[in-house]
T-cell receptor
Framework: NAGVTQTPKFQVLKTGQSMTLQCAQD?????MYWYRQDPGMGLRLIYY???????DKGEVPNGYNVSRLNKREFSLRLESAAPSQTSVYFC???????????FGQGTRLTVV | GQQVMQIPQYQHVQEGEDFTTYCNSS?????IQWYKQRPGGHPVFLIQ?????EVKKQKRLTFQFGEAKKNSSLHITATQTTDVGTYFC????????????FGTGTQLKVEL
């Protein structure tokens, strides 16, 4: 049971480049999340998906797009990377409300 | 908007000393969860509290949920080096749905 799998683990981008972070879960969860983690700021929600085909903005959605094409996969896209998007990104999933969230290993992104 | 703050942001203790982190929400929470993130790792679920005034224990860890369901605490008795990491509280994001809002986190360092 792999849980939540995120790729890549590390990435360096130049300002203006684009990239997609991939996330897949094998726990049959409806809810999936993308968070970014910055020192002193905790985990901030970028986007949320309640089910296949639905997405909703979180606290810090600007500069990002997401896609939930099926129940397993939830991708995060940076169309034009900026240095302010340097961060550690975590994908998570969980079942119904009130259950625990499971996190991927994280992607450490640096934008230069 | 909803804010979940934790204090302190950092805490250094000597091994064997006690440690407490406090979580305060600007809104009433139906439940609160606690997660631990080891250095370089991803958040891992510890526990969930649901009832007003609830207290739960896990070995040396004691979790409390405030009477007004707006605050919570995590107390570690006699810290060990294995307790090192960042502790996050998390609660349902206001507005409904299955969104999860995380606190700002408390980073614990334990020195021998």
């Amino acid at each position: 049971n792999a849980g939540v799998t995120q790729t890549p683990k590390f990435q360096v981008l130049k300002t203006g480049q684009s990239m997609t972070l991939q996330c897949a879960q094998d726990m049959n969860h409806n809810s999936m999340y993308w968070y970014r983690q910055d020192p002193g700021m905790g985990l901030r929600l970028i986007y949320y998906s309640a089910s296949e085909g639905t997405t909703d903005k979180g606290e810090v959605p600007n500069g990002y797009n997401v896609s939930r094409l099926n129940k397993r996969e939830f991708s995060l896209r940076l169309e034009s990377a900026a240095p302010s998007q340097t961060s550690v990104y975590f994908c998570a999933s969980r079942g119904r409300q009130g259950t625990e969230a499971f996190f991927g290993q994280g992607t450490r992104l640096t934008v230069v | 908007g909803q804010q979940v703050m934790q204090i302190p942001q950092y805490q250094h203790v000597q091994e064997g000393e006690d440690f407490t982190t406090y979580c305060n929400s600007s809104t009433t929470l139906s439940n609160i969860q606690w997660y631990k993130q080891r250095p370089g790792g991803h958040p891992v679920f510890l526990i969930q509290l649901v009832k007003s005034g609830e207290v739960k224990k896990q070995k040396r860890l004691t979790f409390q949920f405030g009477e007004a369901k707006k605050n919570s605490s995590l107390h570690i008795t006699a810290t060990q080096t294995t307790d090192v990491g960042t502790y996050f509280c998390a609660g349902p994001r206001e507005g409904g749905g299955n969104k999860l809002t995380f606190g700002t986190g408390t980073q614990l360092k334990v020195e021998l």
